[in-house]
């Protein structure tokens, strides 16, 4: 079956928007979107149930992103407005198991180990 492919990555000036797409390449509980800087540890930006719809933002994208998943095309996507500079990185989609959902919170965690299938991700570059 694969591994999820993400696409829509770009450059864009601060304040601008792009939406990521992420292929999903099965049908798993939880879907995420993690970045990952330069010496960084992977961060968990936004997660989301398939049953139910759950979302999880991290503090630092609330209000600018929005995680949401076609069941028909069983595709995920993440709508980014209002960019930052400290956006700039690489942008990874990841499937987890009933295992990385939460179900004190209702919501997938953004644990990377929580996930089992990775894409290769897709470059964000916001500049000034």
């Known amino acids: 079956q694969g591994s999820p492919a993400e696409s829509g990555g770009g450059s864009v000036q601060a304040g601008g928007s792009l939406r990521l797409s992420c292929g999903l390449s099965?049908?798993?509980?939880?879907m995420g979107w993690f970045r990952q800087g330069q010496w960084k540890e992977r961060e968990g930006v936004a997660t989301?149930?398939?049953?139910?719809?759950?979302?999880f933002y991290a503090d630092s994208v609330k209000g600018r992103f929005t995680v949401a998943h076609d069941t028909v095309n069983n595709t995920m996507y993440l709508q980014m407005n209002n960019l930052k500079l400290e956006d700039t990185t690489m942008y990874y989609c990841?499937?987890?198991?009933?295992?990385?959902?939460?179900?004190?919170?209702?919501?997938?965690?953004?644990?990377?180990?929580?996930?089992?299938?990775w894409g290769r991700g897709t470059q964000v570059t916001v500049s000034s």
């Open positions: 990841a499937e987890g198991f009933f295992s990385a959902y939460d179900a004190r919170d209702r919501i997938c965690r953004p644990a990377e180990s929580a996930y089992v299938y």
């Open positions: 099965r049908i798993t509980a939880c």
């Open positions: 989301i149930s398939r049953t139910g719809g759950g979302t």
